[in-house]
C-alpha cells in the first residue's frame, strides 16, 4: 500500500465522483476543499465537510480567498493538514 500522502475528507456532493482534498493557495496560503473531479473550490472546507451540499465559491484555477483569477495550488499532505491543525475535517480512520 502507498503512503497516502494527501487524504481525501469526502465524497464531492456536486459531482458524486470526485473527492474534496484539502489545498493551499500559492498566492495568499488559503486552505480550500477542491474536488479532484469537477475542480470546485470551497473556501470553508468545515462546512462542506459537515454539511454537504453548500454552494462553492470558485473553480480551479481560482482563488476564493485573494480572488486571483489564477493561482498555483499545492494540496496539502497529511503531515501539513496535522500542522494546520485541520485533522478534525478528516473523516475518522478505521479504529481496527
Ligand atoms: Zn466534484
Ligand atoms: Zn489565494
Do not use: H
Amino acid at each position: 500500500m502507498p503512503k497516502q500522502e494527501a487524504p481525501a475528507l469526502r465524497s464531492c456532493p456536486v459531482c458524486g465522483d470526485g473527492l474534496l482534498r484539502l489545498y493551499r493557495c500559492g498566492r495568499c496560503d488559503a486552505v480550500v476543499a477542491m474536488c479532484d473531479e469537477c475542480e470546485l473550490i470551497w473556501s470553508d472546507a468545515a462546512k462542506v465537510v459537515r454539511r454537504g451540499k453548500t454552494k462553492s465559491n470558485a473553480a480551479f484555477p481560482a482563488c476564493p480567498a485573494c480572488e486571483a483569477k489564477r493561482v498555483k495550488w499545492f494540496r496539502l499532505s497529511l503531515e501539513e493538514i496535522r500542522e494546520a491543525g485541520l485533522e478534525s475535517l478528516l473523516p475518522s480512520p478505521p479504529s481496527d
